[in-house]
Protein backbone atom coordinates (compact mmCIF):
# COMPACT_ATOMS: atom_id res chain seq x y z
CA UNK A 1 0.00 0.00 0.00
CA UNK A 2 0.76 3.46 -0.37
CA UNK A 3 1.18 6.17 2.75
CA UNK A 4 -1.45 7.73 3.63
CA UNK A 5 -1.82 11.06 5.89
CA UNK A 6 -3.10 10.84 9.35
CA UNK A 7 -6.03 13.24 10.39
CA UNK A 8 -5.80 16.59 11.60
CA UNK A 9 -5.48 16.68 15.24
CA UNK A 10 -8.06 17.89 17.72
CA UNK A 11 -8.58 20.81 20.31
CA UNK A 12 -8.11 19.88 23.79
CA UNK A 13 -11.93 19.71 25.14
CA UNK A 14 -12.97 17.88 21.92
CA UNK A 15 -15.67 15.19 21.16
CA UNK A 16 -14.67 11.45 21.15
CA UNK A 17 -17.55 9.40 20.53
CA UNK A 18 -16.84 5.72 22.27
CA UNK A 19 -17.20 2.36 20.36
CA UNK A 20 -17.19 -1.40 20.74
CA UNK A 21 -16.46 -3.05 17.47
CA UNK A 22 -15.48 -5.86 18.94
CA UNK A 23 -15.62 -7.18 22.10
CA UNK A 24 -17.72 -6.26 25.60
CA UNK A 25 -17.01 -4.53 28.29
CA UNK A 26 -18.77 -5.00 31.53
CA UNK A 27 -20.94 -2.62 32.79
CA UNK A 28 -18.81 -1.61 35.31
CA UNK A 29 -16.53 -0.71 33.14
CA UNK A 30 -18.53 0.71 30.94
CA UNK A 31 -19.86 3.48 33.65
CA UNK A 32 -16.41 4.55 34.10
CA UNK A 33 -15.88 5.71 30.45
CA UNK A 34 -17.97 9.46 30.96
CA UNK A 35 -16.68 10.10 34.18
CA UNK A 36 -13.14 9.64 32.98
CA UNK A 37 -13.17 11.24 29.93
CA UNK A 38 -14.44 14.38 31.41
CA UNK A 39 -12.01 14.37 34.04
CA UNK A 40 -9.53 14.47 31.39
CA UNK A 41 -11.18 17.61 30.02
CA UNK A 42 -13.01 15.60 26.99
CA UNK A 43 -16.56 15.76 26.22
CA UNK A 44 -17.36 12.14 25.64
CA UNK A 45 -20.96 9.89 23.70
CA UNK A 46 -20.82 6.40 24.12
CA UNK A 47 -22.71 4.65 21.71
CA UNK A 48 -25.34 1.93 22.40
CA UNK A 49 -23.07 -1.09 21.64
CA UNK A 50 -20.62 -0.11 24.71
CA UNK A 51 -23.73 -1.19 26.56
CA UNK A 52 -24.79 -4.15 25.33
CA UNK A 53 -23.00 -8.28 25.54
CA UNK A 54 -24.21 -10.70 22.77
CA UNK A 55 -23.68 -14.19 21.95
CA UNK A 56 -21.17 -14.15 24.89
CA UNK A 57 -18.24 -12.19 23.96
CA UNK A 58 -19.86 -9.79 21.45
CA UNK A 59 -20.32 -6.25 22.30
CA UNK A 60 -24.13 -6.55 20.48
CA UNK A 61 -24.97 -7.90 17.64
CA UNK A 62 -23.01 -7.02 13.80
CA UNK A 63 -25.60 -4.54 13.09
CA UNK A 64 -25.46 -2.72 16.22
CA UNK A 65 -21.81 -2.56 16.49
CA UNK A 66 -21.47 -1.47 12.53
CA UNK A 67 -24.13 1.20 12.85
CA UNK A 68 -22.19 2.58 15.85
CA UNK A 69 -18.63 3.13 14.19
CA UNK A 70 -20.82 4.43 11.11
CA UNK A 71 -22.53 6.83 13.26
CA UNK A 72 -19.42 7.97 15.11
CA UNK A 73 -17.86 8.83 11.94
CA UNK A 74 -20.69 10.39 10.51
CA UNK A 75 -21.22 12.75 13.23
CA UNK A 76 -19.91 16.09 12.35
CA UNK A 77 -19.82 16.80 16.18
CA UNK A 78 -17.46 13.80 17.05
CA UNK A 79 -14.10 14.35 16.71
CA UNK A 80 -12.36 10.91 16.91
CA UNK A 81 -13.01 7.91 17.46
CA UNK A 82 -11.86 5.58 20.05
CA UNK A 83 -12.37 1.93 21.10
CA UNK A 84 -13.40 0.07 23.97
CA UNK A 85 -11.58 -2.78 24.32
CA UNK A 86 -10.32 -5.42 21.36
CA UNK A 87 -11.27 -8.86 22.44
CA UNK A 88 -12.57 -10.51 18.99
CA UNK A 89 -15.62 -9.19 15.82
CA UNK A 90 -13.75 -6.31 14.17
CA UNK A 91 -13.59 -9.21 11.20
CA UNK A 92 -17.21 -9.60 11.01
CA UNK A 93 -17.52 -5.97 10.07
CA UNK A 94 -15.15 -6.20 7.32
CA UNK A 95 -17.33 -6.65 4.24
CA UNK A 96 -20.17 -4.37 5.06
CA UNK A 97 -17.82 -1.33 6.12
CA UNK A 98 -19.37 1.80 4.70
CA UNK A 99 -16.07 3.06 3.62
CA UNK A 100 -17.09 5.81 1.55
CA UNK A 101 -18.89 7.27 4.12
CA UNK A 102 -15.51 6.86 6.73
CA UNK A 103 -13.14 8.87 3.55
CA UNK A 104 -15.38 11.24 4.11
CA UNK A 105 -15.26 12.17 7.64
CA UNK A 106 -11.53 11.34 8.12
CA UNK A 107 -10.90 12.03 11.81
CA UNK A 108 -8.69 10.08 14.24
CA UNK A 109 -9.64 6.12 14.84
CA UNK A 110 -7.89 5.04 17.85
CA UNK A 111 -7.55 1.07 19.14
CA UNK A 112 -5.11 -2.13 18.71
CA UNK A 113 -5.20 -5.82 18.96
CA UNK A 114 -8.81 -7.01 17.00
CA UNK A 115 -9.46 -3.50 15.86
CA UNK A 116 -6.39 -3.92 13.76
CA UNK A 117 -8.74 -5.36 11.17
CA UNK A 118 -10.20 -1.74 11.13
CA UNK A 119 -6.89 -0.26 11.02
CA UNK A 120 -6.34 -2.18 7.49
CA UNK A 121 -9.34 -1.57 6.15
CA UNK A 122 -9.06 2.49 6.93
CA UNK A 123 -6.13 2.81 5.66
CA UNK A 124 -5.85 0.73 2.96
CA UNK A 125 -9.51 1.84 1.60
CA UNK A 126 -10.57 5.05 3.19
CA UNK A 127 -7.10 6.98 2.67
CA UNK A 128 -6.09 7.78 6.27
CA UNK A 129 -4.29 6.99 8.96
CA UNK A 130 -5.37 5.48 12.32
CA UNK A 131 -3.92 5.05 15.68
CA UNK A 132 -2.74 1.91 17.13
CA UNK A 133 -2.76 3.26 21.02
CA UNK A 134 -4.51 1.99 24.51
CA UNK A 135 -8.04 1.79 24.54
CA UNK A 136 -10.69 2.67 27.31
CA UNK A 137 -11.64 -0.48 29.33
CA UNK A 138 -8.32 -2.42 28.27
CA UNK A 139 -5.98 -0.16 29.32
CA UNK A 140 -6.04 3.87 30.17
CA UNK A 141 -9.05 2.80 33.20
CA UNK A 142 -7.27 -0.26 34.77
CA UNK A 143 -4.12 0.16 37.34
CA UNK A 144 -1.33 1.70 35.51
CA UNK A 145 -2.92 3.18 32.52
CA UNK A 146 -1.96 6.57 33.37
CA UNK A 147 1.09 6.11 32.20
CA UNK A 148 0.42 5.74 28.67
CA UNK A 149 -2.03 9.01 29.11
CA UNK A 150 0.23 12.00 28.50
CA UNK A 151 1.20 10.49 25.12
CA UNK A 152 -2.06 9.34 24.69
CA UNK A 153 -3.30 13.18 24.82
CA UNK A 154 -0.41 14.62 22.89
CA UNK A 155 -1.25 11.82 19.85
CA UNK A 156 -4.59 13.38 19.39
CA UNK A 157 -3.92 16.93 19.99
CA UNK A 158 -0.58 17.48 18.69
CA UNK A 159 0.50 17.93 14.46
CA UNK A 160 2.90 15.15 13.73
CA UNK A 161 5.28 15.91 10.94
CA UNK A 162 7.36 14.43 9.30
CA UNK A 163 10.91 14.36 11.00
CA UNK A 164 9.38 13.12 14.30
CA UNK A 165 10.84 10.61 16.31
CA UNK A 166 8.35 8.68 17.32
CA UNK A 167 8.63 8.07 21.23
CA UNK A 168 9.41 5.23 22.92
CA UNK A 169 9.77 6.41 26.02
CA UNK A 170 13.81 4.96 26.15
CA UNK A 171 12.61 1.96 26.32
CA UNK A 172 15.60 -0.87 25.68
CA UNK A 173 14.98 -1.56 22.08
CA UNK A 174 17.54 -3.76 20.39
CA UNK A 175 18.26 -4.14 17.04
CA UNK A 176 17.85 -7.65 15.19
CA UNK A 177 18.95 -7.12 11.84
CA UNK A 178 20.36 -3.55 11.08
CA UNK A 179 19.72 -1.59 7.91
CA UNK A 180 16.87 1.35 6.95
CA UNK A 181 14.05 1.17 5.55
CA UNK A 182 11.50 3.04 4.82
CA UNK A 183 7.36 2.62 3.98
CA UNK A 184 4.33 2.63 5.50
CA UNK A 185 3.79 1.37 9.26
CA UNK A 186 1.39 -1.31 8.95
CA UNK A 187 0.50 -4.27 10.71
CA UNK A 188 -0.45 -4.82 14.31
CA UNK A 189 -1.71 -7.88 15.53
CA UNK A 190 0.22 -11.11 14.80
CA UNK A 191 -3.07 -13.62 15.24
CA UNK A 192 -4.98 -11.22 13.28
CA UNK A 193 -2.82 -10.28 10.48
CA UNK A 194 -2.52 -14.30 9.85
CA UNK A 195 -6.20 -14.92 10.01
CA UNK A 196 -7.31 -12.35 7.45
CA UNK A 197 -4.73 -13.57 4.92
CA UNK A 198 -6.50 -15.10 1.71
CA UNK A 199 -9.53 -12.64 2.05
CA UNK A 200 -9.74 -9.00 0.19
CA UNK A 201 -9.03 -7.32 3.88
CA UNK A 202 -5.70 -9.12 4.55
CA UNK A 203 -3.31 -6.24 5.22
CA UNK A 204 -0.75 -5.29 2.41
CA UNK A 205 2.72 -5.64 3.42
CA UNK A 206 4.08 -5.02 0.40
CA UNK A 207 7.44 -2.33 1.02
CA UNK A 208 5.59 -1.81 4.36
CA UNK A 209 7.61 -0.85 7.81
CA UNK A 210 5.60 -3.97 9.53
CA UNK A 211 4.67 -3.76 13.34
CA UNK A 212 3.99 -6.59 14.99
CA UNK A 213 2.29 -7.92 18.49
CA UNK A 214 0.89 -10.33 20.64
CA UNK A 215 -0.70 -11.83 23.70
CA UNK A 216 -0.47 -15.32 25.58
CA UNK A 217 0.55 -16.67 22.47
CA UNK A 218 2.81 -19.93 22.97
CA UNK A 219 5.62 -19.67 20.93
CA UNK A 220 5.07 -22.63 18.32
CA UNK A 221 1.84 -20.47 17.46
CA UNK A 222 3.68 -17.44 16.93
CA UNK A 223 6.06 -19.62 14.74
CA UNK A 224 2.98 -20.70 12.99
CA UNK A 225 1.98 -17.24 12.54
CA UNK A 226 4.88 -16.00 11.55
CA UNK A 227 5.38 -19.10 8.86
CA UNK A 228 1.82 -18.60 7.40
CA UNK A 229 2.93 -14.60 6.68
CA UNK A 230 6.88 -16.30 5.28
CA UNK A 231 4.66 -19.29 2.87
CA UNK A 232 2.42 -16.43 1.47
CA UNK A 233 4.73 -14.21 0.35
CA UNK A 234 3.51 -11.35 2.82
CA UNK A 235 6.90 -11.57 5.17
CA UNK A 236 9.68 -11.33 2.10
CA UNK A 237 7.82 -8.62 0.45
CA UNK A 238 7.79 -6.17 3.86
CA UNK A 239 11.26 -3.30 3.56
CA UNK A 240 11.07 -3.89 7.33
CA UNK A 241 10.33 -4.70 10.80
CA UNK A 242 9.08 -3.44 14.02
CA UNK A 243 8.76 -6.16 16.65
CA UNK A 244 6.66 -4.72 19.51
CA UNK A 245 5.19 -6.11 23.26
CA UNK A 246 4.75 -10.37 23.10
CA UNK A 247 3.65 -10.57 26.43
CA UNK A 248 2.00 -13.20 28.64
CA UNK A 249 3.65 -16.04 26.79
CA UNK A 250 2.10 -19.39 28.32
CA UNK A 251 5.73 -20.89 28.65
CA UNK A 252 7.38 -17.86 29.31
CA UNK A 253 9.78 -18.37 26.52
CA UNK A 254 11.67 -15.74 25.12
CA UNK A 255 10.98 -15.14 21.34
CA UNK A 256 14.01 -13.52 20.06
CA UNK A 257 15.65 -16.47 18.55
CA UNK A 258 12.27 -17.17 16.73
CA UNK A 259 12.17 -14.02 15.56
CA UNK A 260 15.96 -14.26 14.13
CA UNK A 261 14.97 -17.53 12.74
CA UNK A 262 12.25 -16.10 10.83
CA UNK A 263 13.34 -12.82 9.99
CA UNK A 264 16.37 -12.16 9.44
CA UNK A 265 17.31 -14.62 6.61
CA UNK A 266 14.74 -12.18 4.81
CA UNK A 267 18.10 -9.17 5.26
CA UNK A 268 15.44 -6.62 6.10
CA UNK A 269 16.10 -4.79 8.95
CA UNK A 270 14.42 -5.95 12.26
CA UNK A 271 13.95 -4.04 15.76
CA UNK A 272 12.87 -5.49 18.58
CA UNK A 273 11.54 -4.37 22.09
CA UNK A 274 9.12 -1.56 21.26
CA UNK A 275 6.98 -0.67 23.61
CA UNK A 276 3.57 -0.71 21.72
CA UNK A 277 1.21 -3.73 22.25
CA UNK A 278 -0.21 -5.18 25.60
CA UNK A 279 2.01 -3.80 27.82
CA UNK A 280 2.59 -1.03 29.95
CA UNK A 281 3.32 2.05 28.89
CA UNK A 282 2.01 1.93 25.20
CA UNK A 283 3.13 4.45 22.99
CA UNK A 284 0.75 5.36 20.28
CA UNK A 285 1.75 3.92 16.41
CA UNK A 286 0.57 6.06 13.40
CA UNK A 287 -0.88 3.07 10.80
CA UNK A 288 -0.36 4.27 7.37
CA UNK A 289 1.67 6.63 8.06
CA UNK A 290 5.30 6.93 5.86
CA UNK A 291 7.75 5.77 8.16
CA UNK A 292 11.47 5.50 8.25
CA UNK A 293 12.97 2.81 10.16
CA UNK A 294 16.65 3.07 11.22
CA UNK A 295 17.05 -0.24 13.29
CA UNK A 296 20.72 -0.04 13.69
CA UNK A 297 20.14 3.48 15.42
CA UNK A 298 17.36 1.96 17.11
CA UNK A 299 14.96 4.87 16.06
CA UNK A 300 11.21 4.94 14.09
CA UNK A 301 10.70 8.36 12.65
CA UNK A 302 7.81 9.80 10.51
CA UNK A 303 9.05 10.31 7.23
Not at 169 to 188: E, F, I, N
Not at 209 to 224: S, W
Amino acid sequence: MKPVPLPPPIAAGACIGVVAPAGAAGPDWVAQVEPWLQAQGWRPKVYPGCHQRWGGYLAGPDERRLQDLHDAFADPAVDAVVCLRGGWGSARLLDRLDLDLIARQPKPFVGYSDICALHGAITQRAGFATWHAPMLSSDLLRPGGEVSLPAWQAMLTQAWQAGRELPHGGADLRTLVPGQASGPLVGGNLAVMAALLGTPWAIDLRGAIVFLEDVAEDEYKVDRMLTQLRLAGALQAAAGFVIGSFSDTPDGGNLLPLFEQMLGPLGKPVLTGWPAGHCRPHWPLPMGAAVKLDATACRLTLA
